[in-house]
C-alpha cells in the first residue's frame, strides 16, 4: 500500500485522459469500418431471420472478438512481421504479403467500386445495359480514387469529414425506422443458417476481412499511443486493449442495428444475396425515392474514400518490399487489376472470398491466440511452426476444394467440426502437443 506522502509510480502521462482514450477508440473504429462491413450484418439478418439471435453472436465473435484480440496480439509482438516470424521469416514476408493482397486488390478494393455500383442501381433507368454501366462505373471509380491517392491533400480529408459523420447518420436513421415501424413476421431461417447459425454467423464474420486488417492496424495504434506520452509497454498494451474495447462496442451496436433492418425484412426479401440490396430495400421503404438516392450517395463517398486508403495502404507497403516499382506504378497495378476485378460483381466478388478467406482465416486465428499467449508459446518455440503449417496445410486444401470441386470428397472432411467449417481446430491442438513435446525433448538435447 502506497504511503500518503509516497509519489505515484504512474505517471499521469501512463494513461491516456478519458478524451484521449475516446479518440483512440473512435479512429480504430473507423480505421476498420469501411462500405463492405455495412453489407454483411443486413443479409445475415434476412436468412437467419427467427435464428438471428445466435448468428449474430457468432458474427460478433468472428467481426469483433478476433479483430480487437488481433490488435492486441500485434501490440505485444511490435509488428505483424514479428508476430509471423516466430514461425519463419520466410513464412513471415509471404503471410503479410498475402494479408495486404486480401485487403486490398484480391477484394476489399474490387469491393468497394462493386458495393457503391449495387447501391446506384435502382436509381439507374431500366433501359440501361447493366453490364455496360457497370464497366462505366467501376473506370470513373477507380480513376478518380488512383487520382486522389496520388494527391489525397484537402479532397480525401474534406471526404472523410463529410462521409463519416453522415454515414452514422444515415445508419441511426435507417436502423431506427425498422425499430420503430410495425416490421413482418420473422421468416424460419434459411440457408446458410438453418443449421449451427451460430457457427454459420462465425464463419461469416470472416469476409468483414477485420481480423486480417487488424494485424496491420495494430502498429499503428500503439505507435498513436505512444506518441500521447504512454511509452512503457505496459501501459501501450492497456491503452491498446481499452481502444479496441472501444472500437469493439461501437462495431457490435452498429452491426447489431443493422441486422435488425434485415431480419425486419426477413419474409419480403427471403432471397436477397447480398446486404446492398437489403439496405437500398429498407431506405426506401422508410423514405422513398430520397431514401434510395440518399443511401447511395454516402455509399458512393464512403466506398471511394475507402477505395483511396487501401489503394495508398498496399502500394506504401510494396513500394518499400519492391523499391524497383516506385508507389505510384504499385498504385496503378492495383486500380487497373481491381477494375477488372469489380465488374465481376459484387455476387461473384463475396463468393470468391469465401474459399479465400477460408484458408487465412484459420492461421491468422492460431497467430492471434499464440500471440495473446506469447509468453509460453516462445518457451516452446517449435509450437509456432507446427501449429500454423498444419492449419495453413488443412485451410488451404479445403479451399482449394472449394474453389475448383465444390463437393469433392477430401480425407479433411474426415476431422471433427469439419461439418461446421472448423475442420482445422482439433488438428491445430494435436500440432500443439506435438511441438512442446518437439520443443521440449529438443531443449534436452541441447542440454546434453
Request: hydrophobic share 55%.
Amino acid at each position: 500500500m502506497r504511503q500518503p506522502n509516497q509519489p505515484d509510480q504512474t505517471s499521469s502521462c501512463e494513461v491516456l485522459a478519458p478524451r484521449q482514450m475516446v479518440s483512440v477508440g473512435v479512429a480504430l473504429f473507423s480505421m476498420f469500418f469501411g462500405a463492405g462491413n455495412l453489407i454483411l450484418p443486413p443479409l445475415l439478418g434476412v436468412q437467419a431471420g427467427q435464428d438471428a439471435l445466435p448468428a449474430l453472436i457468432g458474427f460478433f465473435v468472428a467481426g469483433v472478438g478476433l479483430p480487437v484480440l488481433g490488435i492486441v496480439a500485434v501490440a505485444l509482438a511490435g509488428t505483424v512481421r514479428d508476430l509471423a516470424a516466430r514461425v519463419h521469416p520466410v513464412f513471415s514476408r509471404a503471410f503479410v504479403a498475402v494479408v495486404y493482397l486480401a485487403i486490398g486488390p484480391c477484394l476489399a478494393i474490387p469491393r468497394t467500386s462493386s458495393t457503391a455500383y449495387e447501391m446506384l442501381l435502382p436509381l439507374l433507368p431500366a433501359s440501361v445495359d447493366p453490364g455496360l454501366m457497370r464497366l462505366a462505373f467501376s473506370v470513373a471509380f477507380f480513376v478518380l480514387a488512383y487520382a486522389l491517392a496520388m494527391h489525397p491533400g484537402r479532397i480525401t480529408r474534406l471526404l472523410g469529414k463529410i462521409t463519416g459523420p453522415l454515414l452514422i447518420v444515415l445508419i441511426i436513421a435507417v436502423v431506427g425506422s425498422a425499430l420503430f415501424s410495425e416490421g413482418e413476421p420473422l421468416a424460419p431461417a434459411s440457408a446458410p443458417y438453418d443449421a449451427n447459425p451460430a457457427v454459420q454467423g462465425f464463419l461469416t464474420g470472416y469476409q468483414t476481412m477485420d481480423l486480417l486488417a487488424s494485424l496491420t492496424f495494430g502498429l499503428v495504434i500503439a505507435t498513436s499511443i505512444r506518441g500521447m506520452g504512454v511509452t512503457e509497454p505496459a501501459g501501450v498494451t492497456r491503452e491498446v486493449c481499452r481502444a479496441g474495447l472501444i472500437a469493439g462496442v461501437l462495431m457490435m451496436l452498429i452491426y447489431g442495428g443493422l441486422a435488425v433492418v434485415g431480419v425486419r425484412l426477413s419474409q419480403s426479401l427471403a432471397g436477397a444475396t447480398n446486404g446492398a440490396t437489403v439496405l437500398t430495400a429498407s431506405a426506401t421503404l422508410h423514405f422513398g425515392t430520397v431514401g434510395t438516392a440518399v443511401v447511395a450517395a454516402i455509399f458512393l463517398l464512403a466506398c471511394l474514400n475507402v477505395c483511396i486508403g487501401l489503394i495508398g495502404c498496399c502500394g506504401t507497403y510494396f513500394s518499400q518490399e519492391v523499391p524497383r516499382i516506385p508507389y505510384r506504378g504499385w498504385a496503378l497495378a492495383f486500380a487497373l487489376f481491381s477494375c477488372i476485378a469489380s465488374n465481376a460483381g459484387l455476387d461473384a466478388i463475396l463468393a470468391f472470398s469465401v474459399p479465400l478467406l477460408s484458408a487465412l482465416y484459420p492461421v491468422a486465428i492460431v497467430l492471434v491466440i499464440m500471440g495473446m499467449c506469447h509468453s509460453v508459446c516462445d518457451r516452446l518455440p517449435q509450437m509456432w511452426p507446427w501449429v500454423v503449417g498444419v492449419v495453413a496445410v488443412v485451410g488451404v486444401l479445403g479451399s482449394v476444394r472449394d474453389a475448383v470441386a465444390p463437393g469433392a470428397w477430401l480425407p479433411i472432411d474426415a476431422l471433427p467440426l469439419a461439418s461446421w467449417g472448423l475442420g482445422w481446430v482439433v488438428p491445430a491442438i494435436a500440432a500443439a502437443c506435438i511441438g512442446a513435446l518437439h520443443a521440449k525433448v529438443s531443449a534436452r538435447g541441447a542440454c546434453r
